[in-house]
Structures are given as C-alpha cells and as structure tokens.
C-alpha cells in the first residue's frame, strides 16, 4: 500500500496566524492519465471527514478561500492563510492513485 | 440535496456477521459509485471498497475475504456486510459518494464485543 506520512501531528495555532501541514507519499501520485488525486480532509470529534481539496489543488464548494493545496508527484501541502476557531480539528491527506486508497496518519489543528 | 442515511449502530460478538446500510437520496443512484471507509477509535481512516454505478464492486486487500458490497437500485441504497468479525473491527463505517462531490453518510458504530 502506499504509505501517507504527514507533519506535523499537532500544530497549534494562534486565531488570525497562517498554518501549513506536509504530506509526503511513499510513491508518485501522478495517475496513467495525468492526474494527480492527492485529496484533503477536515474532521471534528464526531463528524464524518469532510474533503476541502481534490486533486491537490481544487477546492470542494462551500470551502472558503482561506485553504489552498499545492504539490506534485509524491510532496504536497495544504495552507490555511488565517485560521479561524471552526479550523480546530483533524487534517488528512488521502491518496486516491493507487488501490487501496490511503490516507495520512493525521494533523490535529488546534487554537493556542 | 445529497443525502446518505447510514443505519444505527451494532453491537456484534466475535465471529458474527454486520450489515450496515446506506440510503441514498437527492440523485440518480446509479449514475454514482459508492464507496465504504471505516475509522477506529483515534486511528485514520480506512478505504473498504466500493460498488460503482455499473454494480461492479471493488475491495481492498485487507478486507477482501470478509467484505461484500452490494445495492438494491429500487431501494436506492447501498449495504457493506462485513463476516468474521473480531475486537479489531471496532469501528465507525462509513458510504460516501466521492464523484461530483464529496458525500459522505453519517457512519454507523459497529462495536465487537464478547
């Protein structure tokens, strides 16, 4: 399977301040037809994940501009320009390339 | 609007079977794939599989001798059943539809326990 590995675990941020978590993938992303399907999730305690990013850089609707993913082939990043307090939860990278789908271990984002 | 309407919880012993259900509504069922994630406690989650809108079903390796998933169109829903089960199967499963899109049900606790 390919492994998702991400960094920090736990980053905790100050309301209004930018944050950054790293996904890393044990092989290229990049599919035989040129996309690449590296997909973010948000999850609060108790909630189903909620995807925010498609294809690194593609925002799902309803999902403000303040997120913002980049990367190719096996390093990818997810930006948040100003957290806000409804940010706090558990981020995932999640591969969907290769079969069976995988996903990061998980950031925690949480407000200092 | 999408929705997709999962079944209560389960409590099964080891060794038994689960079915959990996933009814969808707000599109055409079968213009959609459905796919089934399974989270344990404090752990990331888990791709089970799919059923795609041809009915052709897909299974990871890890779940492949235990898991089947199946739909009834005129029920517009979807099942994941899942046999032999252990402590290790502990955990919330969920149906999405990923395509057009990301929906996901609201994931039924299924808890294993003697």
């Known amino acids: 399977d390919v492994v998702m590995t991400q960094s920090p675990l736990s980053l905790p941020v100050t309301l209004g301040q930018a944050a950054s978590i790293s996904c890393w993938s044990s092989?290229?992303?990049?599919?035989?037809?040129?996309?690449?399907?590296l997909n973010w999730f948000h999850q609060r305690p108790g909630q189903s994940p909620r995807r925010l990013i498609y294809k690194v850089s593609n925002r799902d609707s309803g999902v403000p501009d303040r997120f913002s993913g980049s990367g190719s082939g096996t390093i990818f990043t997810l930006k948040i320009s100003r957290v806000e307090a409804e940010d706090v939860g558990i981020y995932y990278c999640?591969?969907?390339?290769?079969?069976?789908?995988?996903f990061g271990q998980g950031t925690k984002l949480e407000v200092k | 609007q999408v929705q997709l309407v999962q079944s209560g919880a389960e409590v099964k012993v080891p060794g038994a079977s689960v079915r959990v259900s996933c009814k969808a509504s707000g599109y055409i069922f079968t213009d959609y794939a459905i796919h089934w994630v399974r989270q344990a406690p404090g752990q990331r989650p888990e791709w089970m599989g799919w059923?795609?809108?041809?009915?052709?079903?897909k299974y990871s390796p890890k779940f492949q001798d235990r898991v089947t998933i199946t739909r009834d169109i005129s029920a517009s829903t979807a099942y994941m059943d899942l046999n032999n089960l252990t402590s290790e199967d502990t955990a919330v499963y969920y149906c999405a539809r990923t395509r057009e899109g990301n929906f996901w049900g609201q994931g039924t606790l299924v808890i294993v326990s003697s």
């Open positions: 092989e290229s992303l990049v599919y035989r037809d040129g996309n690449t399907y």
């Open positions: 999640m591969q969907a390339t290769h079969w069976p789908y995988t």
């Open positions: 059923i795609n809108d041809n009915g052709d079903t």
